[in-house]
């Protein structure tokens, strides 16, 4: 009988065919658990020479059953091994690459351009509290100039900056971060802050997160014509011509005082707004680009610098917006659709 076992555990084939076998001699009727169960009927002399002669038998099978279920698993590993091996001189299919986002390199060219000029990055967090918003950039509580940004408040009371509590928002615009950069590092200064902004507003010029870059220099004696200076030097550089003409309105910002608006001249070029040119020529215009400013005493004195020392001009401009004029982009939700093609139409490589 064992050497009958012995013989078909040694052609099982498979597993499967090896676990029959184990049940057949070892299994609840197997046929060594039968000689086991007659050890009850023997007498103590029988049971002395039977018992270790059938212990023997069942450890012969079931080492047998281990030593083959080892050598199929082995074959099995093997096999699929073999089955599996990877050519690795085979070429593989070029994977998808990204590329930088068109917002992104405008404000690494605007990091550049002015670092060239001498200016700094500053940053200031996304979340802010409505002091740095609004009220130490003058614009106190129930002040009117609020309504302007539709804010994203949040709901509950948030911690206290400068004496009282105060509200979170999603800032509004940069120039918190004027407040940020003075305090922390006094004057003289001259910084820019590229970063996300956020309004509740939304159409095809309009998203609820868009872009802004902030400008920021305090030094003893500054006046217009340095924020002149500045503004068509970087604009020159950014737009690459030398023909870039700014125009200074009188306008209205509750942290600069005087506040010019910004326009840039254009021309008609085949039916196309091009910047650069006098905007009052004939077939010329003029683009309103960013609002600007000489910083007001009062913020000067929120940021804990002395107003009658210390003269500046600030400036915010729409980062999207430059992206769109200077790679002829029409519609600005695109900006954040996240899709390949759109890219690579503008030369982007998704
Ligand atoms: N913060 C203003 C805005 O969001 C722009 C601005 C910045 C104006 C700095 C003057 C000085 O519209």
């Given at each position: 009988r064992l050497s009958e076992a012995l013989a078909a555990i040694d052609v099982a084939q498979t597993i499967d065919a090896l676990e029959a076998q184990r049940v057949a001699a070892l299994g609840k009727s197997g046929w060594v658990s039968a000689l086991l169960k007659t050890l009850g009927g023997m007498t103590p002399e029988e049971r002395q020479v039977e018992g270790p002669r059938i212990q023997g038998l069942r450890a012969a099978v079931s080492d047998a059953i281990d030593a083959k279920k080892a050598a199929l698993e082995a074959a099995a590993l093997d096999a699929q091994l073999a089955r599996e091996v990877i050519d690795l001189t085979l070429p593989a299919p070029a994977a998808p690459k990204g590329s930088i986002h068109p917002v992104s390199q405008v404000m690494d060219e605007l990091a550049e351009i002015f670092a060239d000029m001498g200016f700094s990055v500053a940053s200031g967090p996304e979340i802010e509290d409505d002091w740095h918003n609004f009220t130490s950039l003058n614009m106190p509580e129930s002040h009117p100039a609020r309504a302007m940004h539709d804010t994203f408040y949040f709901p509950d009371e948030g911690p206290e900056v400068a004496g009282a509590p105060t509200r979170m928002v999603l800032r509004t615009h940069t120039s918190p971060v004027q407040i940020r950069a003075m305090t922390q590092q006094g004057a003289p200064l001259r910084v820019i802050a590229p970063g996300r902004v956020y309004r509740s507003d939304s159409d095809a010029t309009h998203t609820p997160m868009f872009h802004q870059v902030e400008g920021l220099v305090i030094d003893e004696g500054i006046h217009l014509g340095h924020l002149k200076w500045t503004l068509e030097t970087f604009l020159k550089a950014f737009f690459e011509r030398e023909d870039i003409v700014l125009r200074l309105r009188p306008s209205y910002f509750?942290?600069?005082?005087p506040s010019v608006e910004v326009d840039v001249g254009w021309q008609d070029v085949n039916g196309r707004r091009v910047l650069g040119g006098d905007g009052d020529a004939p077939g010329h215009g003029w683009m309103e680009l960013l609002g600007s400013g000489m910083v007001n005493r009062r913020v000067l004195e929120f940021a804990g610098l002395d107003p009658d020392k210390w003269q500046g001009f600030a400036f915010g401009v729409g980062v999207d917006r430059l992206a769109m004029l200077k790679y002829g982009m029409d519609d600005l939700r695109a900006f954040f659709d996240g899709d390949g093609r759109w890219l690579a139409h503008y030369g982007f490589d998704p």
């Amino acid at each position: 009988r064992l050497s009958e076992a012995l013989a078909a555990i040694d052609v099982a084939q498979t597993i499967d065919a090896l676990e029959a076998q184990r049940v057949a001699a070892l299994g609840k009727s197997g046929w060594v658990s039968a000689l086991l169960k007659t050890l009850g009927g023997m007498t103590p002399e029988e049971r002395q020479v039977e018992g270790p002669r059938i212990q023997g038998l069942r450890a012969a099978v079931s080492d047998a059953i281990d030593a083959k279920k080892a050598a199929l698993e082995a074959a099995a590993l093997d096999a699929q091994l073999a089955r599996e091996v990877i050519d690795l001189t085979l070429p593989a299919p070029a994977a998808p690459k990204g590329s930088i986002h068109p917002v992104s390199q405008v404000m690494d060219e605007l990091a550049e351009i002015f670092a060239d000029m001498g200016f700094s990055v500053a940053s200031g967090p996304e979340i802010e509290d409505d002091w740095h918003n609004f009220t130490s950039l003058n614009m106190p509580e129930s002040h009117p100039a609020r309504a302007m940004h539709d804010t994203f408040y949040f709901p509950d009371e948030g911690p206290e900056v400068a004496g009282a509590p105060t509200r979170m928002v999603l800032r509004t615009h940069t120039s918190p971060v004027q407040i940020r950069a003075m305090t922390q590092q006094g004057a003289p200064l001259r910084v820019i802050a590229p970063g996300r902004v956020y309004r509740s507003d939304s159409d095809a010029t309009h998203t609820p997160m868009f872009h802004q870059v902030e400008g920021l220099v305090i030094d003893e004696g500054i006046h217009l014509g340095h924020l002149k200076w500045t503004l068509e030097t970087f604009l020159k550089a950014f737009f690459e011509r030398e023909d870039i003409v700014l125009r200074l309105r009188p306008s209205y910002f509750p942290f600069t005082e005087p506040s010019v608006e910004v326009d840039v001249g254009w021309q008609d070029v085949n039916g196309r707004r091009v910047l650069g040119g006098d905007g009052d020529a004939p077939g010329h215009g003029w683009m309103e680009l960013l609002g600007s400013g000489m910083v007001n005493r009062r913020v000067l004195e929120f940021a804990g610098l002395d107003p009658d020392k210390w003269q500046g001009f600030a400036f915010g401009v729409g980062v999207d917006r430059l992206a769109m004029l200077k790679y002829g982009m029409d519609d600005l939700r695109a900006f954040f659709d996240g899709d390949g093609r759109w890219l690579a139409h503008y030369g982007f490589d998704p």
